[in-house]
């Protein structure tokens, strides 16, 4: 990037910046400055689309996960019973892979 020989200061109202920051969050950008600067010169500006759902059903499997793995740690499973919650938690996080694989894409 070319250095910078100008500043320009933009004063906002509080629901304004509200508003700014809100797109802010939604896009690529990792700081304030390179989307503002896209958004003053007319540029594009990239914007990442969340599927709220989809990012509901990995938390609650991260989650699911874990207390499985808690489960495990325990000694109330024979070795038997072990080895099968192993093999539905790598089912569970397979599934979940698949399902992001497949819903993620644009």
Known sequence: MKSVKRQLSVYLREKEYQTFMEAFQATVY?????YARNLVLGKPVRVLYRNR????????????????????EKDVFTAAEKEELIH????IEESLIKIVETCGRK
Do not use: A, F, W, Y
């Open 30 to 34: 990792r700081n304030k400055t390179d």
């Open 53 to 72: 759902s989809l990012d509901d059903l990995i938390e609650l499997g991260v989650k699911m996960r874990k207390e499985l793995r808690l489960l495990l």
């Open 88 to 91: 539905k938690i790598t089912h």
